[in-house]
Every structure is written in C-alpha cells, then in structure tokens.
C-alpha cells in the first residue's frame, strides 16, 4: 500500500513530505524547463513496503534522539549503564535514532507550511520523548525546525540531525566551512580526527571527493552553500546553534546524490568524554534548533 503524500508550495519551490517516517520526500523548484530538483527525489519511495528502504531513499528525514550510531548499541550516563538494540542491518549499532522509522502526526498542513509530531515510548530504548517537526516554505527557501521534549523520569543525553541527501549533478561544488573530520573504523565508529585538508578543506567552493565518503566534521560554523555550476542555482544552508556539526556522505563519487547532514553532536558522542553536542535533558526539559534552506536563481 502506498504511503500518504502531503505538498507544500510558495512561489516557485515545491515540496513533498509523508507522515511515514516524517520524511521529506522532494524539494525543488519549478522553471520553465520543468521541475528542478534540490533534494534527491524521493517520490519513488510511497510503494516500498519496509521503512528502512523508505527513509534512505527518500530526500530527507530526521534523526533523534541521537545521530548516526552509538557504538555496542549501549552508553553510560548519570552512574547507569543505558542499554539499546540494533535497529536496522545497515549497521550491527543501533543508527539514527527512533523517528525516522515511525509514523508521525499531521498537527498542522497550510499551502506552505506544516507542523509534525512524533512520541517514542519504546521498552527496548531508554528514551522517552516528543519531537515536532517544522516544514516552512517561503518565496525564497525552506526551513525545518525541530522541538525535542524529555518526557521521561530521567535526564539523559539527547541530540538531533537532518539527513539531507542534495541533488548531484552538473559538477555541484560544496562550500562548508569546517575545521577537522574522523577517520571512522568499517562499522562508521569515528576513531581518529584529521584536519580539513586535501579534497575535504571546504573553506572554498570545490567539487566533492571522487571516492566514498562517511566522515563526522567539527568545527563548522553552522553556513554552507551549494552551487550547481551547469545552471547556476545555489542553496545556502544556514543551521542554529544546536547544529553544532555535521557529516559529510556520499557512497561513491558517481553516485546521484550526496548527504551533508547538520547534526548537534559528533557520531558516537555518547562514548567521547563531555558528551561533545549532545545536552542532558532533564525530565520536562526541551531542546530546539532551526535550518535553513535560502535558494538562489540566476536573473
């Protein structure tokens, strides 16, 4: 059975999302050649029967309470040894979080704007929480906007992410300026930091590597563009402070899209000593954080 697709629309910007997952599932704008994409398409997705396959092929979703993995699927906190499970076969960790493998509420749906919700209570998770997801287009852009409430008895460590996966085509350029990214062991556990340099310095607009990439980054300032050289179109990436990363993905260089996710902590933050990014909620306690999306045309 296919999923529900719910449209957002302002001026020249589209924009497709479902309840399942709470993914994005297009965002481009319309010219006189046809739609353009920004996102990858991921229309494709509304007859794939697993939730899996639907979240990694479509344009966005979001990840909470964590990003990417927690190496063994388990943490420490607060003199408690907190225990997950894996729950996908991407990896033999637990990745992503909750959200993007569940079913969210519709609050709110305008011509250009629309207001999700989510609430994870599951025995297998330690975390007990609300996320609401904002989608907001505009004559200029697009903007996300995530509220993650601790509804739980505890206070744990909670963070959040996007999960974009950009449009690749006609020699895009990346400019997004961070400081150093992890080399990661097979399973994506990051292990050793480097400094951004060689075909991962992205203080100036250049071409993605040509090999596969899946590194965490530290250091960034929160800005980054993306510009199509083949006709022109940019989209600057403005993220609040929450974001205070991001990851850099792409499975190979000839593959038709790559991710540049903005994330508030590093992958496997739970194990790093301060638990860098990630903010101990206590119970009743929220965290909030906003990206933008601003689209530039040619005259």
């Not at 190496?71 to 906190?77: K, L, N």
């Not at 609401?132 to 200029?140: A, H, K, M, P, W």
């Given at each position: 059975m296919s999923i529900a697709v719910l449209r957002l629309r302002a001026g020249r910007l589209r924009l497709a999302f479902t309840p399942a997952g709470g993914l994005t599932l297009a965002f481009g704008l319309t010219t006189a050649a046809g739609e353009r994409p920004l996102f990858r398409p991921g229309l494709a997705?509304?007859?794939a029967p697993d939730p899996v396959q639907r979240a990694i092929g479509a344009?966005?979703?979001?990840?909470?309470p964590f990003c990417n993995r927690i190496?063994?699927?388990?943490?420490?906190?607060d003199g408690r040894r907190w225990?997950?499970?894996?729950n996908t076969a991407l990896s033999p960790h637990v990745i992503h979080g909750d959200v993007w493998l569940r079913n969210w509420e519709v609050l709110q749906h305008a011509a250009d704007e629309a207001r999700l919700q989510v609430r994870v209570a599951d025995p297998a998770s330690p975390y007990r929480y609300r996320i609401?997801?904002?989608?907001?287009?505009?004559?200029?852009g697009h903007t996300v906007a995530l509220t993650l409430h601790n509804d739980g008895e505890h206070a744990l460590p909670f963070g959040f992410g996007l999960h974009p996966h950009f449009a690749r085509f006609g020699g895009v350029e990346l400019q997004a300026p961070f400081t150093r990214w992890w080399q990661v062991r097979p399973d994506g556990i990051p292990v050793e930091p480097?400094?951004?340099?060689?075909d991962l310095d992205f203080h100036a607009p250049r071409a993605l590597p040509a090999r596969p990439v899946d590194t965490p980054c530290e250091g960034w300032s929160g800005q980054?563009?993306?510009r199509w050289p083949a006709d022109g179109v940019t989209l600057d990436i403005d993220a609040s402070a929450a974001f205070g990363g991001c990851h850099l993905y792409q499975p190979d260089a000839d593959a038709p899209f790559f991710c540049f996710e903005p994330v508030s902590h590093l992958t496997d933050a739970h194990h790093r000593p301060g638990l860098p990014g990630l903010v101990a909620l206590a119970p009743g306690a929220s965290l909030h954080g906003e990206v933008r999306y601003r689209v530039g045309v040619p005259a």
């Open positions: 997705v509304v007859d344009a966005s979703y979001v990840m909470a190496d063994g699927s388990a943490f420490d906190f225990q997950l499970a894996p609401e997801q904002l989608l907001r287009l505009d004559d200029n480097a400094p951004a340099l060689g980054a563009r993306i």
